[in-house]
């Protein structure tokens, strides 16, 4: 069965500080990958999608940047922290488009972390 | 601005009602997913309906989707105190490789 992993589960980090923040996946090739961030008691607004290796699209011009080093592993990073990236983030995987018909785009999320800037 | 928004925004239930959420969106869809949030945690996919289904049902949840009206509406049977969470429904965003919008929620207390 698939799993999806990531840590760590909460941070609090200073202003002006570096962030990594990573998601890996378990028992299932070539997934699209995604982050999601979910301000509290909001929806979610999506970061980052990623088809493949080194593939990525950002939805939102902002302080946050993604990488897919590998298949199954998507990471979230900033230089430099800003008080408005407090939130929750989550990492969320679906099938690979073509491997099934359009219409099975259910997503699979993560825990989750608590990210607070002060 | 996203693409799905329900109302209420909080809902407040006893156990054993049944407790309705309603959902809108904007542009036209495939198909429109509900999932459910326990609180501090990630998402969990609930039910899926297409764009050519009018009603679907799995256990104690029943959707119904309005195309012509561009709404959809989850309705929780018999409600339990662990149905305590937020529900969201979502749409995929165009040329976004599965991706998909999310409304800001209801946030579903059922008391026991």
């Known amino acids: 069965s698939q799993t999806i992993h990531q840590w760590p589960a909460t941070l609090v980090q200073p202003v002006g500080s570096p962030l990594s923040l990573e998601c890996t996946v378990e028992?299932?090739?070539?997934?699209?990958l995604y982050w999601y961030r979910q301000a509290a008691g909001r929806g979610l607004q999506l970061l980052f999608y990623s088809v493949g290796i080194g593939q990525i699209s950002s939805e939102v011009p902002q302080n946050l940047s993604a990488s897919r080093p590998q298949d199954r592993q998507f990471i979230l990073s900033s230089k430099k922290l800003l008080l408005s990236d407090s939130g929750f983030y989550l990492c969320?995987?679906?099938?690979?488009?073509?491997?099934?018909?359009?219409?099975?785009?259910?997503?699979?999320f993560g825990p989750g972390t608590r990210l607070t800037v002060l | 601005s996203q693409q799905g928004e329900e109302d209420p925004q909080a809902l407040s239930i006893q156990e054993g009602e049944n407790a309705t959420m309603n959902c809108s969106y904007k542009?036209?869809?495939?198909?429109l997913q509900w999932y459910r949030q326990n609180s501090g945690r990630g998402l969990v996919h609930l039910i899926l309906i297409r764009s050519n289904e009018r009603e679907k049902h799995s256990g104690r949840l029943r959707v119904t989707l309005d195309t012509s009206k561009k709404s959809s509406s989850l309705l929780i049977t018999a409600s339990r105190a662990a149905d305590t969470a937020s529900y969201f429904c979502a749409t995929a965003i165009p040329k976004s490789r599965r991706a998909l919008t999310f409304g800001s929620g209801t946030r579903l207390q059922v008391q026991p």
């Open positions: 028992g299932t090739s070539n997934p699209n």
């Open positions: 542009t036209s869809i495939n198909n």
């Open positions: 969320a995987w679906s099938v690979r488009r073509g491997a099934l018909p359009s219409s099975y785009n259910e997503l699979f």
